[in-house]
């Protein structure tokens, strides 16, 4: 399974970016996907999550400015960032716990990692 994030770049604080991130290859069923990110000299953390089914969870730092989203018809999750922080500043690595092999569990799976730089 390949995840290729897109979507990161510089912004202002207060403005707003959207990552997407498709998952390809030999998929059978992918149960959660989500958005870590890891700043500068601090532990990678997740963002947001989003289940097969709908469900999110998100971090309590961006609760009510951050929203995910996936299509599963197309294996892909966004991550719709609004009133951004400088604070947000940090490399956003996509994930997805995804089962690709008969007879082989489930497992987490990760894109490249795309750089999001918020400047006050």
């Known amino acids: 399974v390949q995840l290729q994030a897109s979507g990161g770049g510089l912004v202002q604080a207060g403005g707003s970016l959207r990552l997407s991130c498709a998952a390809s290859?030999?998929?059978?069923?992918?149960?959660?996907m989500g958005w870590y990110r890891q700043a500068p000299g601090k532990q990678r953390e997740l963002v947001a999550a989003i289940s097969s089914g709908g469900s999110t969870n998100y971090v309590d730092s961006v609760k009510g400015r951050f929203t995910i989203s996936r299509d599963n018809a197309k294996n892909t999750v966004y991550l719709q960032m609004n009133s951004l922080k400088p604070e947000d500043t940090a490399v956003y690595y996509c994930?997805?716990?995804?089962?690709?092999?008969?007879?082989?569990?489930?497992?987490?799976?990760w894109g490249q990692g795309t750089q999001v730089t918020v400047s006050s």
């Open positions: 994930n997805a716990f995804a089962l690709h092999r008969t007879g082989a569990p489930p497992r987490d799976f």
């Open positions: 290859g030999s998929i059978i069923s992918i149960y959660r």
